[in-house]
């Protein structure tokens, strides 16, 4: 939607655009596994808050659905800065609808919070 919006015919950086596609596949294959092996341990997982270990590997795939998921997130807001930036610099930017400064909002406040939440 935002190329319409623009009226360019494809994102800035059509390889990271790509590679954020590509890695969700691998997101959804470890999540399912993850659900298979079950993945429910209680309030927490993380040694020093819990009282016990986990047992199994469906916590393991779950973690790491979550960062894929994350990455792909990632890469793909900074796709869309790069876009609506490189867009907006050649044509000015009181040309663009409300939509597209929220998208470019939207991508910084992705990219402020996802480490915050990938750390915690």
Do not use: K
């Not at 360019?8 to 390889?15: A, C, K, R, S």
């Amino acid at each position: 939607l935002l190329p319409l919006l623009l009226g360019i015919p494809d994102l800035n950086l059509p390889p990271l655009n790509a590679l954020s596609a590509w890695l969700l596949l691998p997101s959804c294959v470890c999540l399912s596994l993850s659900l298979i092996g079950g993945a429910g341990v209680g309030w927490t997982f993380y040694p020093p808050l819990s009282s016990a270990g986990y047992s199994g590997w469906g916590v393991d795939f779950l973690m790491f659905s979550l960062h894929l998921a994350g990455i792909s997130s990632v890469l793909g807001s900074i796709n869309f800065i790069c876009t609506i930036l490189e867009v907006m610099l050649d044509e000015g930017v009181g040309r663009h609808s409300i939509l597209v400064w929220a998208y470019l909002f939207t991508s910084i406040l992705l990219l402020l919070s996802l480490p915050v939440l990938a750390a915690a």
